[in-house]
C-alpha cells in the first residue's frame, strides 16, 4: 500500500493513495463482477468503488483515491494524477528554486 502526500499546483496539500486489486483503502470496496459477453461470462477489468456521500465512483488499478483537507474523498486517473500533483518535497523543491532564480 502506497500512501504519499501531495500538493496541488495552488499548494493545497492533500492524502494520496493508489489502488491495485486486493489492496484495501478506506472507503473502497474491491469488486470485480462478470459481465455477459461472446459465449458466456466474461470476466471484467480489475476495479473496485470508492464510496462517498456524493454517491459510488469506479476505481482501476492505478487510480488514486484523493482526500481533500476538508475530508472530501474523489478518484482521479494516474496520468491526470501526474500531471496535476507533485511530491510535496518536489513541490518545496520547486518553489525553493524559483525564489533563488528571482
Known amino acids: 500500500m502506497s500512501f504519499f502526500i501531495h500538493q496541488r499546483s495552488n499548494g493545497s496539500p492533500v492524502a494520496a493513495a493508489q489502488w491495485f486489486p ?8 474491491d469488486e470485480s463482477p462478470s459481465h455477459p459477453g461472446g459465449d458466456g ?3 471484467s477489468p480489475p476495479h473496485a468503488y470508492l464510496i462517498t456521500p456524493q454517491g ?5 488499478a ?6 481533500e483537507p476538508e475530508g472530501r474523498m474523489h478518484v482521479c486517473h494516474d496520468h491526470l494524477f501526474r500531471q496535476n500533483y507533485l511530491p510535496a518535497e ?3 523543491e520547486l518553489r525553493k528554486s ?5
Open 22 to 29: 486486493g489492496q484495501h483503502l478506506t472507503g473502497v470496496a
Open 41 to 43: 461470462l466474461l470476466p
Open 56 to 60: 459510488r465512483f469506479t476505481l482501476f
Open 62 to 67: 492505478g487510480d488514486w483515491v484523493i482526500t
Open 90 to 92: 518536489e513541490q518545496e
Open 98 to 102: 524559483i525564489l533563488l532564480a528571482k
